[in-house]
Nanobody, 115 residues
Framework: QVQLVEYGGGLVHPGGSLRLSCAAS????????MGWYRQAPGKQRELVAS???????TYEDSVKGRFTISRDTPKNTVYLQMNSLKPEDTAVYYC?????????WGQGTQVTVSS
């Protein structure tokens, strides 16, 4: 079993920054992909960014140049640095770990961008 615990999130003004972190524990294998998804009210959950154990990264188009994903593999922790935040970034952000074709999810953390 795998557990994911997220930290960070909150309320920030447009143009501000936030940093999310997610610590994974349990039966974690060396080869996996960690990432962040988000879900806004009335919308489907979407991938924001992901990073493989080999450090290959993927970003959703709207966050390129503003968000940076990174990971500390020995600590099984993934980070999402979010800069130049916009109101449309408002959503619940979920940490994800994919290994052996199984998805594991965190409980979600609210990010609200508002003046």
């Amino acid at each position: 079993q795998v557990q994911l615990v997220e930290y960070g999130g909150g309320l920030v003004h447009p143009g501000g920054s936030l940093r999310l972190s997610c610590a994974a524990s349990g039966n974690i294998v060396s080869f996996n992909t960690m990432g962040w998804y988000r879900q806004a009210p009335g919308k489907q959950r979407e991938l924001v960014a992901s990073i493989t154990s080999g450090a290959i990264v993927t970003y959703e188009d709207s966050v390129k140049g503003r968000f940076t994903i990174s990971r500390d593999t020995p600590k099984n922790t993934v980070y999402l640095q979010m800069n130049s935040l916009k109101p449309e970034d408002t959503a619940v952000y979920y940490c994800n770990l994919l290994q052996w074709s199984v998805n594991y999810w965190g409980q979600g953390t609210q990010v609200t961008v508002s003046s």
